[in-house]
């Protein structure tokens, strides 16, 4: 039985000013699966993860035509308030980016800004999120210790419990392990395919084996364009079209 | 030529040398069963050991390949196919083999009659011109031509079927001839098997050639 689609693109166009980086998308998402965004530098790949949280709101002469639909509901309509989606859909950085704080004030950085006080609450969600986030024993005993102290496996952890303390439903990671070890880089791999049982991840990567081994679904972009979408055991036996048969087997240009 | 190829070429190259091989024996079983050529049918006994290395080398090659490139789409259906294709290579290598014994069990000159009506002759000519294709069909990665030599299949299944009874009444009428016509009939059970092994052989070749659907499917409706 298919899943419901948690996230849908629908004839999705994005601008910078005149540059059209985002041609016609159209694509739906399964919830609690992980779609892998992959394809060429410059194709749009992070342009089109950040449509998901409005994150290129900021961007000075951005724009979109078309509609994001997070569980069925337009996330660029007037009533829509930004923080209450970020609340509904994380995300995790290319870099580690730990703030200049105690690691437990890292991860309940969403909280303390949604205004909670509660000692209780606070200390509970930190251990259940760092813990889902496989890193509670690595730091359990040094909460109070700088993050920035951490190794670059360890901050990027920390940075996924982060997003996770907020309790999203949804979570965004472009290239999260792309400045790992091979190592850390299996560590963030596995906490994938445990979280996929509680949330809808959308991983961009340049690693093919790394698309292959974490997600469910391919999505190759090529030029601002979705060229192929499809199942990744069907992706990387048999691909549809030339192009991301070339993509895929190294074959490029 | 991109590294990847380069390696995929040299595996290409070493299972067709062995495909060379196991043609030899094959082309030389048949020469042996006709002319009564016992050293030759030794020679082709002998080069098992050789077609054994080749099964080796390639497996092992092959097995580097997924390990040190990670090969998927058509790269990945390609060495699957490789794989295959040098077992059933090994395994005809092996049939080769048996002929070669049993050609070395027939008093010769063989009786003309008995030739003729097993059509034996027929077959191993049928059975050597599929094996032959195939390795066409393979060089040049053409799934038409593989598709076209399985059906070939049918006339050595055909003649297989018949020669139990063929052979039957002809021991009825000769029944000095016992031991020649139980060897001429094993050796016709082996070019069945010939058969089925190239047509396993040429099924590879599809596979790993159409899965590929190389269609340049533009789904394009730009919005203005
Ligand atoms: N802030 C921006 N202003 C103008 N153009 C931008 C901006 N950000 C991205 N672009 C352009 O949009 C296109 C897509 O960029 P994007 O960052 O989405 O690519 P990407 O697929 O994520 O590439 P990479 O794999 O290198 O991260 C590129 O041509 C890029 O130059
Ligand atoms: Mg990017």
Request: charged content about 30%.
């Amino acid at each position: 039985m298919k899943k419901p689609s948690k996230l849908e693109a629908i004839n999705l166009d994005a601008y910078y000013g005149d540059f059209h980086a985002l041609k016609s998308i159209n694509v739906a998402m399964e919830e609690k699966a992980v779609t892998a965004f992959i394809g060429p530098s410059g194709c749009g790949k992070s342009t089109f993860l950040r449509t998901f949280n409005r994150m290129n709101d900021y961007i000075d002469g951005f724009r979109i035509d078309g509609q994001i639909l997070l569980d069925g509901r337009d996330i660029y309509a007037n009533d829509v308030q930004v923080d209450e989606l970020r609340k509904e859909v994380g995300m995790v950085f290319q870099k580690p980016n730990p703030f200049p704080k105690s690691i437990f004030e890292n991860v309940v950085y969403g909280l303390r800004i949604q205004g909670i006080k509660d000692k209780k609450i606070l200390q509970e969600t930190c251990e259940k999120s760092l813990r889902q986030a496989a890193i509670w024993d690595e730091v359990k005993d040094k909460l109070d210790k700088s993050a920035l102290a951490l190794s670059g496996g360890q901050q990027q952890r920390l940075c996924i419990a982060r997003a996770l303390a907020i309790q999203p439903s949804v979570i965004l990671m472009d290239e999260p392990a792309s400045a790992l070890d091979p190592i850390s880089s299996a560590k963030i791999e596995e906490l994938i395919y445990e979280l996929k049982k509680d949330y809808t991840i959308v991983i961009v990567t340049h690693n093919m084996q790394q698309a292959g081994r974490v997600s469910d679904y391919t999505a190759f972009f090529y030029m601002g364009e979705l060229v192929e979408y499809a199942k990744t055991k069907t992706m990387f036996t048999s691909p549809h079209d030339t192009r991301t048969q070339n993509y895929i087997t190294g074959r490029f240009g | 030529m991109p590294h990847i190829d380069v390696e995929l070429d040299r595996l290409r190259n070493k299972l067709l040398e062995m495909w060379d091989l196991v043609e030899y024996q094959l082309s030389s079983g048949r020469e042996a069963v006709v002319n009564g050529d016992k050293e030759l049918a030794q020679r082709i006994i002998k080069l098992d050991r050789k077609v054994n290395n080749f099964d080796i080398k390639i497996d092992r090659m092959c097995e580097n390949f997924f390990a040190l490139f990670n090969p998927v789409a058509v790269d990945l259906r390609t060495v699957l196919a490789i794989l295959k294709i040098n077992t059933n290579l090994e395994r005809v290598g092996d049939t080769a083999e048996g002929i070669a014994r049993f050609a070395c069990k027939l008093n010769h000159p063989l009786d003309p009659e008995l030739i003729e009506l097993t059509k034996v002759l027929v077959m191993y000519d049928e059975a050597l011109a599929m094996f032959t294709e195939c390795r066409t069909a393979f060089k040049e990665d053409d799934p038409k031509q593989a598709k076209a030599l399985i059906k070939r299949d049918k006339t050595l299944n055909k003649i297989y079927r018949k020669s139990d009874a063929v052979i039957t009444k002809y021991i009825k009428a000769h029944p000095d001839r016992i031991a020649e016509s139980l060897a001429l009939l094993s050796i016709i059970k082996k070019l069945e098997r010939v058969g089925d092994q190239v047509t396993n052989m040429a099924e590879e070749i599809i596979f790993y050639r159409e899965a590929k659907v190389v269609k340049h499917r533009r789904k394009k409706k730009k919005k203005e």
